[in-house]
């Protein structure tokens, strides 16, 4: 195989440079041992028990030959040939490092290359695609970790063929089954290594026998099919029934003195390399003779000098490939993991865990970066023409199930048994609207509308905030308690922007947290409005005289208030987060015609109890506020309270049998616009007063003004 002869090279020319590095590996010599498997697979579990024999002998865990000690294991470019090698013929689960803990791949991860092949389809706008791959583990990975995404990107499969290893001889039936098949796919992604090409082609082969025709598909071939695997004179004849096809291959790094050490191979000098003589003589298709020697008839002399730059590109390449690249990252890895065992003063002898714990810190992963046409090359972010000489494909293939965009004011509606792909374009539903082409979602001004009041009503509160803040030594801020003002000015501020989690998408956190967050924060801000009255209310009874009410005012009372109320909430939150938490719910059966992706409460019990603890506040804090409605005006802030635990409990009653005959989107506005309309209740008839001496009439502001009872 001439492009395996590379990967040799690759090792070699690894060794060599880390040998030739005083500062990697000082006083240390890396040496190898390479062994042929023949493609046998019960030959790489033979090589793999002699690895664990002392020299020449077949005694497994028997070695006691240690001048060259074995400093790591490197197999094949396939993930087969190293799980023979890893578990001497053992099941292997990849990425079971408990079990496995000293095995590292050098192949990429079948996860980067499905990524690739998404965004290739996305690229080129194809979202209907086939799907062959063989019927081994192989196949089953490529599949679990490619459809996912797929489905995530919204790209269909038209089909997807498992190709069984006796596919060759398939009845004339069944491949008309697959001509059936195969021809709902304009694009065909094909996994699999040479054999499940070769299956592949039997189809293709007979199709055109059959059909007269050409079997005219976009395929797109995995890595896992490698063009060095097959000769180079049968290599056109594979590809050609295909027509052109796009070639995924492992991303290779720029290593530019490899190619100036393949150019200066020599077969006639080969340095104890007995593969280069061989391999020269196969890809230049000469003979190498002793001197003195006459070359056989009808084979050209092999001068040495023959240009390898001049090999196709599919034969050999002077640039490393992405296998090759693989290997030489293999080595770089051990050998930094043994520098850093001599370097940090370990002991000669160096054992496996040692070598294990640091190469998991050293090897690279290898992604999937290019994209490639038969023999031309493209790098992940180039861009190039492909020229297209063939009449009948002028413009990149269709391969879509949705046969338009849908315009503005429709949506896409999937019909029932159909795939998200096969969408039909439908009018938006009324109070909805579509202002962009090809939207599977309607817009919803309802949102918008909900959103635009939370962000003002929250630039107000801030703004207040602000306000009283730059007058905080002023008389009016001061006789109202600037502590709890502030605390009531940020329970609002974060009430308002949890509204926030009641219109976006209903997902696991915001479902849980929501209801609790709401309940706490309101109960915060009720409870300041609380300490606020009783503080009026206490103030004004410890004026008379031979009272003793005094000593309980002050800080101690107002943070008992605005400590235990909310406390009291959150146990309640707590219990129904423990007892019966609100989770993401399809409702298929409320609105017909129609399926409501909603939040369900969990326990009803708890969240009306959760209202009713807040409402017991709220009444007792319009109770407090009505009884001192009259004080002197001096203490005239209950008269606000009392008007804003007004709005309060009426927009709370009005809410309860609202929320209770509505469904669908309806509740979550009606639960939000109560939410936003008491929280702007309290905070017009508290502090727009104040804000209007403060910024308006600020000769009222002063202490004179209050002393002489003059209204505030």
Known sequence: MPKNYQHFMALVFAVREVNKDLILLPNITLGFCIYDNYQVELKISVISLSLL??????????????????????????????????????????????????????????????????????YFQWNWVGL??????????????????????????????IIKPDFHTASDSKLQHIFNTWSKGEVIILFGDSSTIANVQVVVYAYGISKKASFLKVWIFTSNWKLNALKSQYLLKVIKPFHGALHLRPH???????????????????????????WWQWVFDCKIHKPGKTPPKGKKPCTGKENLQNLPSYLFETSMTGESYNIYNAIYALAHALHAIHGSGGRPVISGCQICHLT?????????????????????????HLKNNRPERKKVPFA?????????????????????????????????????????????????????????????????????SKHHDTPIV??????????????????????????????????????????????????????????VVLAFMTTKPGNKGRKFLGKPLTNSIVLAC?????????????????????DFHSLVGETILECNEGSPSMFYAVLAYLGFLALVSFIM????????????????????????????????????????????????????????????????????????????????????????
Request: glycine letters at 6%; proline letters at 6%.
């Open 566 to 586: 909310p406390l009291i909430q959150a146990v309640l939150c707590a219990t129904w987060l423990v007892i019966s938490p609100p989770f993401p719910n399809w």
């Open 400 to 468: 879509k199930c949705g046969m338009k965009r849908c315009q503005a004011g429709e949506r896409r509606r999937v019909p029932e048994g159909k795939q998200v792909c096969c969408y039909q374009c439908a009018p938006c539903p009324e109070g909805t609207i579509s202002n962009q082409t090809g939207r599977s979602t309607s817009f919803n001004p309802l949102g918008y509308t909900i959103a635009s009041l939370i962000l003002s009503l929250s630039t107000i509160t801030l703004a207040v905030l602000v306000i009283f």
């Open 478 to 535: 001061k006789a109202n308690n600037r502590d709890l003002t502030y605390l009531l000015l940020m329970s609002l501020l974060l009430c308002f922007l949890c509204s926030f989690l009641f219109i976006d998408r209903p997902r696991k956190l915001t479902c849980l947290f929501r209801q609790s967050a709401f309940a706490i924060l309101f109960s915060l801000a009720v409870s300041s409005v609380l300490a606020k009255t009783v503080m």
């Open 132 to 161: 062959v791959a063989p019927e081994n583990d192989n196949g089953e990975q490529f599949l679990l970790s490619l459809v996912p995404m797929l489905k995530e990107k919204e790209i269909c499969l038209a089909f997807a063929e």
């Open 360 to 384: 998991s810190s050293f090897v690279l992963e290898a992604f999937w970066e290019g994209k490639c046409s038969t023999f031309a090359v493209l790098w992940a972010g180039q861009r190039k």
């Open 252 to 278: 290779t790094g720029d290593v530019s003195e490899f190619s100036h050490f393949l150019l200066s191979l020599d077969p006639l000098n080969p340095q104890e390399d007995l593969f280069l003589p061989v």
């Open 53 to 122: 024999s002392t020299q020449d002998q077949m005694i497994p865990g028997y070695k006691c030959y240690t001048k060259d000690p074995l400093l790591s294991v490197i197999g094949g470019d396939n993930l087969k040939s190293s799980r023979q090698i890893l578990g001497v013929g053992c099941e292997f689960s990849q990425g079971d490092r408990r079990v496995y803990p000293s095995f590292f791949r050098i192949n990429p991860k079948e996860f980067a290359q499905s990524e690739g092949l998404v965004q290739l389809l996305l």
């Open 625 to 712: 506020a009505f009884l001192a409605r009259k004080l002197p005006d001096s203490f005239n802030e209950a008269k606000f309270i009392t008007f804003s635990m007004l709005v309060f409990c009426s927009v709370w009653i009005t809410f309860l049998p609202t929320y209770l005959s509505i469904k669908g989107k309806s509740m979550v506005a009606v639960e939000v616009f109560s939410i936003l309309a008491s929280g702007a209740g309290l905070l017009a008839c508290i502090f727009f007063p104040k804000c209007y001496i403060i910024l308006l009439r600020p000769d009222l502001n002063c202490r004179e003004n209050m002393i002489r009872n003059k209204n505030l």
